[in-house]
């Protein structure tokens, strides 16, 4: 029997088009594929020979839990299985993938990681900006919303660091977070939210801190979907009027000026 081992794949934000080619091979290798639900399911056309489990662990919704895929994962890999666990945009970005590295390693199965787009830099090149234009900032911050304790991060601290924030599960959340934050920073700080980052779906909204939670919510804009802050966003391709927010809909790069569909007065 084959030795079995587990790979952790980024699926990136969702188009096929910005897997690794890495990753199409791996999937090509696939015995079982476990899929997370920000993954696009297309990506089981890539994996033909293998058997497709959705394991859904989306914030707020019916979701597996961690213990029973960790396990599956486990169950699978020991009877000789290449198991390839996707995970939407980057695998080591959020989502886990420490707690099952450390359950992979404690129960002796062999893991790889293949690494691909984090949503940060899909929003990014969506928006055509640089998270790190060192006119503006220091460097970027990848940052969630919302942890594990159910406690906030030290936005004072980070608000301090002179860094592009780019921050993961914060829609939800978006009213306090930005109040937070404009106790450390000054309300005309450019924001920008971007929805379905890198897909077909794709929406992005740039304003200002002040305007950010008012404008995400009269945008409908909702999970998934990524808060960026700081002067960097300045430089968006889409820029924000200077009393009003610009949204556009539409896919990435490219085709950013010409479809706007709303602009909130
Ligand atoms: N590993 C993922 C992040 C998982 S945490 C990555 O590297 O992108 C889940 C959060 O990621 C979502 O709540 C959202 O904030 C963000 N996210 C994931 N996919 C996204 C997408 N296509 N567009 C915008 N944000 C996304």
Known sequence: ???????????????????????????????????????????????????????????????????????????????GAHVVRVKGGDALMFGRAGEEMSALRSAGVPVEIVNGVSAAFAAAAGLGMSLTHRDHCAGVTFVTAHRQDGSAPNWAALAATGTTLAIYMGVNRVEALAETLMA?????????????????????????????????????????????????????????????????????SGDIAPDVIAQAA
């Open 1 to 79: 029997m084959k030795n079995g081992k587990v790979t952790l794949l980024s699926a990136g934000p969702g188009a096929l088009d910005l897997l690794t080619l890495r990753a199409a091979r791996v999937l090509g290798e696939a015995d079982v594929l476990l899929v997370d639900d920000l993954a696009n399911p297309e990506i089981a056309t890539l994996a033909p020979q293998a058997r497709v489990i959705a394991v859904g662990k989306r914030g707020g919704c019916r979701s597996t839990p961690q213990a029973f895929i960790e396990r599956l994962m486990c169950r699978f890999a020991r009877a």
């Open 184 to 252: 450390h920073l000054d309300a005309t700080t450019p924001a920008a939210a971007v929805q379905w980052a890198g897909t077909q779906q794709e929406r992005r909204l740039v304003t200002s801190l002040g305007r950010l939670a008012a404008d995400v919510r009269a945008g409908a804009f909702a999970s998934p979907a990524i808060l960026l802050v700081g002067g960097a966003v300045s430089e968006a391709a889409l820029t924000a009027p200077p009393q009003a927010s610009g949204i556009v809909t539409g896919h990435a």
